[in-house]
Nanobody, 123 residues
Framework: VQLAESGGGLVQPGGSLKLSCIVS????????ITWFRQAPGLEREGVSC???????YYSDSVKDRFTIYRDNVKKTVYLQMNNLKPEDTAVYYC??????????????????WGQGTQVTVSS
């Protein structure tokens, strides 16, 4: 099983980026995928989740700015990030959990993780 993130980079405040998480080795439709992020010196935090039952979750800090969606045929989960702020700067990871998570933002519940992609928001 592999999760591979891409799409990170440097963007100015107010700009947009779209992250992709390509999942291989498992049938995506049975798995919940969550984007986490970790900024230097801070704990890893949940950003957004798409569950195996088609529920969507967002942290308060990104609600109304980020959109998560999945393409089970392409085995890819996307995170569209708009109106980016400097505080969004972090390494972004995707993680997989079989079935719907009990608590989507809890790190311990995930079976597989990607290597991360850096997002830097700066002028």
């Amino acid at each position: 099983v592999q999760l591979a993130e891409s799409g990170g980079g440097l963007v100015q405040p107010g700009g947009s980026l779209k992250l992709s998480c390509i999942v291989s080795g498992l049938p995506l439709e049975y798995w919940s995928i969550t984007w986490f992020r970790q900024a230097p010196g801070l704990e890893r935090e949940g950003v957004s989740c798409t569950t195996s039952t088609d529920l969507l979750y967002y942290s308060d800090s990104v609600k109304d700015r980020f959109t998560i969606y999945r393409d089970n045929v392409k085995k890819t989960v996307y995170l569209q990030m708009n109106n980016l702020k400097p505080e969004d700067t972090a390494v972004y990871y995707c993680a997989a959990d079989l079935g719907p998570p009990a608590d989507w933002s809890q790190i311990d519940g995930y079976d597989y993780w990607g290597q991360g992609t850096q997002v830097t928001v700066s002028s």
